[in-house]
């Protein structure tokens, strides 16, 4: 059974950072693109950022770029969000998903407030 499950948010304030990690099983992690997704409330999902099996392309939205960066660990099969300078139009439920978006964990929610 394929399992994704995020852990990480929390409540920051304007300027802060988190890091997101989401845990990857039932799969062979390394063999697949994943994503970040995230959902910020009264809107739909908006792709964050996505990074290659072998870790060496990575992408980012615009919004997000030169603040967050993505990276994953296939050994531990973990995939992590490191996410700085956060204001409050990051306020949302992340989700990792594999690039396919076949899969997606529930998500873990920031909320980026004073």
């Known amino acids: 059974e394929v399992q994704l499950v995020e852990s990480g948010g929390d409540l920051v304030q304007p300027g802060g950072s988190l890091r997101l990690s989401c845990v990857a099983s039932g799969f062979s992690f390394g063999s697949y693109d994943m994503i970040w997704v995230r959902q910020a409330p009264g809107k739909g999902p908006e792709w964050v950022s996505g990074?290659?099996?072998?870790?060496?392309?990575?992408y980012y939205s615009d919004s997000v770029k030169g603040r967050f960066t993505i990276s994953r660990d296939n050994a531990k099969n973990t995939l992590s969000l490191q996410m700085n300078s956060l204001d409050a139009a990051d306020t949302a439920v992340y989700y990792c998903a594999r690039f396919l978006m076949d899969y997606w964990g529930k998500g873990t929610r920031v909320t980026v407030s004073e």
């Open positions: 990074i290659s099996g072998d870790n060496g392309r990575k």
